[in-house]
């Protein structure tokens, strides 16, 4: 099982813009964020494919966007004895 990750790219010539030229794969992937990521992993692993995982900016970090509700948020918090999980949220929006 194989994932490749691959910068967007093409090739230009005088008369159009056409894909690069690339190897063989089974699957390809667009976008390279935890979605794209995870169901590359999966198609190689798991269903034996051959995968290329292709994104403009592949080598950029992706953002952590997490959102939780408040209320699992307390009761996980209470169930760990952890008060300091309530200063990890940044932002919170009223219901």
Do not use: F
Request: hydrophobic content about 40%; glycine content about 6%; overall charge negative.
């Amino acid at each position: 099982a194989t994932v490749q990750l691959r910068r967007a790219r093409t090739c230009r010539s005088a008369s159009a813009t056409t894909p690069c030229p690339a190897e063989e794969v089974d699957v390809a992937v667009i976008g390279a964020g935890p979605a794209g990521t995870l169901l590359a992993n999966l198609l190689a692993e798991q269903h034996g494919r051959k995968v290329c995982l292709i994104d403009a900016q592949a080598s950029k970090p992706w953002p952590n966007n997490y959102g939780v509700w408040q209320e699992e948020w307390d009761a996980l918090a209470a169930k760990l004895e952890m008060e300091e999980l309530q200063s990890c949220l940044d932002t919170r929006w009223a219901v």
